[in-house]
């Protein structure tokens, strides 16, 4: 009878520990999955981030880009020239270290002159904002972000065109071609947009005119909320479109695997 009971005792006494070790098992389950979860959530987060922050300085370079062009002719036609009958450029054709373009050197003086502006891209005049505010200019690799406002121009300067030129393949797509149009008695207008980094088929953009009116800036830029097709097929304008495109041996881009980045925009 002692053994019996003994016996029945020690099977409590395991189903019991036995039990506690699930318990303890499902715990550690539940506090891994809650983990993992949390984990994914973030890293959803930061690449969401990270492509809004790329798009922005696609606009940037975009946006720059129609400045140059419609500050001189003769940037208009220097650009028309280099291009010969191509609808792209690379980013590193225009402005890189081996390019000896007047664009290059614009597109230069005018990156430094936002960066000097307080606070940048703000029209006190009309109380506008031309450009995607602040322009971003990051270091990646320390995940330092540097504000044009608060740090020395060739700092962040340096940042900004090793964001673009570097880190990032760039290019710039002219749907409609580029029509340098010279004559300084007739009105001339770009508009500069960037691909949306997703599978939208538009865009926001700024419109660009060599007329300022009440709803543009001083110089007589415009937030456009809707670029498309239908736009390309009304307006008159010159279209700068800046996108990433694929290269294999550093701009992979797996996050854009599956959008056909050279779609965006085309008729």
Request: proline letters at 5%; charged letters at 15%; aromatic letters at 8%.
């Amino acid at each position: 009878m002692k053994i019996t009971n003994l016996l029945f005792i020690c099977a409590l006494l395991l189903s019991i520990a036995c039990e506690d070790n699930t318990n303890d098992l499902e715990m550690v389950e539940d506090t891994n999955s809650t983990n993992n979860l949390k984990n994914r959530t973030q890293t959803v987060i930061n690449t969401r981030e990270s492509i809004d922050q790329f798009q922005k300085k696609l606009q940037w370079v975009s946006y720059i880009s129609a400045r140059v062009i419609m500050n001189k002719s003769s940037n208009r036609v220097e650009l028309f020239n280099y291009l010969n009958g191509r609808e792209t450029v690379t980013l590193n054709e225009l402005i890189g270290e081996n390019s000896n373009l007047n664009f290059k050197n614009e597109f230069l003086n005018v990156l430094r002159s936002f960066i000097n502006e307080t606070p940048p891209g703000r029209d006190p005049i009309h109380g506008t904002q031309s450009p995607p505010e602040p322009l971003v200019t990051c270091e990646d690799d320390l995940g330092d972000c540097l504000s044009p406002i608060h740090n020395i121009v060739q700092i962040a300067e340096q940042f900004f065109l090793r964001s673009v030129l570097q880190q990032n393949c760039i290019e710039l797509y002219f749907p409609e071609g580029l029509h340098p149009l010279v004559n300084p008695n007739l009105p001339y207008s770009v508009t500069s947009t960037a691909h949306p980094l997703n599978y939208d088929s538009f865009n926001h953009g700024y419109h660009h005119s060599s007329v300022t009116s009440d709803q543009s800036d001083r110089n007589g830029v415009t937030k456009v909320n809707t670029v498309n097709t239908l736009y390309l097929n009304t307006m008159t304008d010159n279209v700068i479109v800046a996108r990433p495109y694929v290269n294999q041996t550093n701009c992979t881009y797996p996050e854009y695997l599956l959008i056909n980045l050279a779609a965006f925009l085309q008729q």
